[in-house]
């Protein structure tokens, strides 16, 4: 015990030198831990969120990007497609199919993404209601644990979609107005973020709104690389100055009305929605006066629907493995204008490329731990020098010479322990850092106060630094020749 | 009481150094003098349970101090032998009580610290208890390593040239104060030195050449 006090002692008696170690430590081992930390809450991300799913198909394009879209909701989608394209995935009874859950993306409110699907979603994620209930009517939606929490919003609230992926006060749709129905239970999963609606109200806030016929396919195929997506193509022009087009029963229409569903007066078929074509669509002649927002969120229902688009469409096979499930996704790239990828394929092609960064970093980190274990073993030596005679004294004082090597010893192991717990709060707080960045940009809550369960091995490779770079210094004070030592001075 | 047999101790091919018979009894004190190259560190090292001889022996209260085992026998030097050094070396990092302290439990006691304030006390340097070692004047080192030699009750105390870096008046003081500090502590008091000033202080005196 007085070995360890001493220890101490002789540590913070050389603050400058003490001061060195501990930030080449906590930079080594701070940054080894946050690779950690990152990779694996990355890696829990991607897979909770697989939910199983087994094949994503959409519009053609980067396959990566419609699984972050359709799967991860973190980048825009490659397209739409129509429901005709998509039956044979949408239909019940698909021999190879177990599941299917249609999905239509392009608005949200306040970041959070709005998806346009039926109920079937749910059992992806094993989602289940914490209080309300779930969309069944347009314009009402259910809401993810953390959409809820994050905005305050409650059963009964209500709000505005707004177009594309970003918070933009520009492009609301002051038409579509949506009620809370229902708030989800957390699930940890994606499904937290989203705020669930019918694909028939994700249509109706955009024909409602659907200035100069600019459709939705016609959206998703702007660049949505470039974050700020929207903002290149001016809505202010159009921000509900609906000169563009032929709406003039509108003029002097006073939109604030709208809030609150105030559709009283407010014919549709006065709309002259042109180059929309409405027919076969149950909802034309639909009397919105009435306020009756029935929705069939029925499959059969959907199907019928055979013009209109929807986002992309999540598969999950019976069997994953069999021969013909396999073959499927290359059939539709092949013979049909889909394109069908596999998430965990991706997944695995997004891993591949972020490890090369990943490796640049842990092989940086690694070296600043070699750098630190020598900057120990090159600080002890020198501690030895000034301090033989001290060492001398402590043997002629009555201490063995395994009290000097286990001295020196504990001063590496103790510099390495204080390394090791400055680097873990360190990498812990830039986590939270970066989690917040992370948070504020894709919503993503990443928890910077968890352990990864590699902790320990960290431990013992830092403890195994320590020892090996005092090993040399604590052998030689183990050899301290007291008779020379003293005879010189 | 110590006294040594045929001591003798053997370097290399041309450096050999033979000792005469010593003894020095309780509260005695013993001159050792001699000029550089004699062997006076050598001698000194051997009483001290630092060096082996090549051979003879060393009895200190008639057990022959290298007849135990190393372990043992750096116990016993801590405990049993206490030294004196002409400059003195301290614990850098931590304050003049803690390096007696620190005396007490390498020689495997355990610290008593109402001794340790009565020993800096009559040595009159308790005002610097808390001050570390290398912030000390000179004289108050020198007081704070007899103190150092004196905190475990040795049987023998050994003062390896006290007093050559000191004026003559500082010379009296330390040799005074050691010789006090020794015979109240009912050990025995070695002194190796080339200070002929000393020579005229002692009549139990051996020389070597």
Known sequence: MHLIKLAWKNLIHNPLNLFLNLILLTLGIGLINFILLMNTQLKDKFEKNLGGVNMVVGAKGSPLQMILSSMY?????????SIKEGTPFLREGHPLIDLSVPLSLGDNHKGYRIVGTDHSILKLYDAKLAEGKL??????????????EELGLGIGAQFTSSHGFNHDEDLTHDHGVLTVKGILKPTGSVIDLLI?????????????????????????????????????????????NHGDHDHSDHSGHDHDDHTGHDHAGHDHDEHQHDGHDHSGHDHSGHDHSEHNHQNDLSRSHLLTH?????????????NPKNFQVLQLPRNINENTDLQAASPAYEINRLYDMMGTGTKALQLIALLIAIVSALSIFVSLLNSLKQRKYELSLLRVMGGKPTSLLTLILIEGLLLTILGYIIGMLVSHIGMSGLGQNLEEKYNYEFVPWVLHGKEGLLLGATLLLGTI???????????????KNLSQG | MLKTLELKHQYDAKVKFEFPDIICETKQTLLVLGQSGVGKSTLLH??????????????????????????A??????????????????????????????????????VDKNKISHLL???????????????????????????????????????????????????????????????AAGAALIIVTHDNRLKDLFSHQVTLN
């Open chain 2, 121 to 183: 006390t009559s040595l009159n340097i308790s005002h610097r208890s808390e001050a570390k070692t290398f912030s000390m004047s000179q004289g108050e080192q020198q007081r704070l390593s007899i103190a150092r030699a004196l905190i475990n009750e040795p049987k023998v105390i050994l003062a390896d040239e006290p007093t050559s870096a000191l004026d003559d008046k500082n010379c009296e003081e330390v040799l005074a104060l050691l010789e006090t500090q020794a015979q």
């Open chain 1, 73 to 81: 909701h973190i980048d825009s989608p490659t397209g739409n497609i």
């Open chain 1, 469 to 483: 770079a005092a090993l040399i210094p604590a052998l030689m004070a183990y050899g301290t020749d007291i008779h």
């Open chain 1, 306 to 318: 055979g013009d209109k688009d929807i986002t992309s469409i999540l598969v999950k096979f019976k």
């Open chain 2, 46 to 71: 051997i009483l001290a349970g630092i060096l082996p001889p090549s051979s003879g022996q060393v009895f200190i209260e008639d057990s022959s101090l290298y007849k135990q085992n190393p372990r």
């Open chain 1, 196 to 240: 669930l609606v019918s694909t028939e109200s994700v249509w109706a806030v955009h024909e409602d709104h659907d200035h100069e016929g600019h459709d939705h396919e016609d959206h998703s195929d702007h660049d949505h690389s470039a974050d700020e997506t929207h903002q290149g193509h001016d809505h202010s022009d159009h921000g509900h």
């Open chain 1, 135 to 148: 969309w069944n009517n347009l314009y009402e939606v259910t809401i993810g644990s953390r959409v809820a």
């Open chain 2, 73 to 110: 026998l750096d116990r016993y030097r801590g405990s049993h032998i206490g030294l004196v050094f002409q400059k003195p070396h301290f614990v850098q990092s931590v304050s003049a009580q803690e390096n007696l302290a620190l005396a007490q439990r390498f020689a495997g006691h355990p």
